[in-house]
Nanobody, 122 residues
Framework: VQLQASGGGLVQPGDSLRLSCAASGRIFSKYAVGWFRELPGKEREFVAAISWSGGSTYYADSVKGRFTISRDNAKSTAYLQMSSLKPEDTAVYYC????????????????WGQGTQVTVSS
C-alpha cells in the first residue's frame, strides 16, 4: 500500500490542524494505521494508532486529549486531528500502515508515507 501524508503547515500555539493519510494500491481497511513524528534532532516517536475498523485507538501520553486519530475506509484515508497545538508539537509527521494490530512500535509497521511538516510557532 502507498501512503501520502498531507495537511501540515505553520500554525500558532493553541491552533488546530488536521493531517490526512491517503492510501492507494491495496485494501486500506485491512491495515491498522499509525502516526509518528520526528522532532528536530530526535528519534521518530509514536503519536497515535487506530485499528483497521476504527474501533480501537491509542495515543501517546503527550498528545492524549488533544489529538484524535480517525479513519474513513470508504475514502482510504486516515486522519490526525490536532488541537491545542504547542510549540513542542513541531515535527515532521509520518503515517504508517501495519498488517497486524495497531502498535506503538515503529518497526512493526510495514508501509510508510513521506512526512508532512507541522510547525507551531508564534
Amino acid at each position: 500500500v502507498q501512503l501520502q501524508a498531507s495537511g501540515g503547515g505553520l500554525v500558532q500555539p493553541g491552533d488546530s490542524l488536521r493531517l490526512s493519510c491517503a492510501a492507494s494500491g491495496r485494501i486500506f481497511s485491512k491495515y491498522a494505521v499509525g502516526w509518528f513524528r520526528e522532532l528536530p534532532g530526535k528519534e521518530r516517536e509514536f503519536v497515535a494508532a487506530i485499528s483497521w475498523s476504527g474501533g480501537s485507538t491509542y495515543y501517546a501520553d503527550s498528545v492524549k486529549g488533544r489529538f484524535t486519530i480517525s479513519r474513513d475506509n470508504a475514502k482510504s484515508t486516515a486522519y490526525l486531528q490536532m488541537s491545542s497545538l504547542k510549540p513542542e508539537d513541531t515535527a515532521v509527521y509520518y503515517c504508517a500502515a501495519s498488517n497486524y494490530l495497531p502498535t506503538t512500535v515503529m518497526g512493526e509497521y510495514d508501509y510508510w508515507g513521506q512526512g508532512t511538516q507541522v510547525t507551531v510557532s508564534s
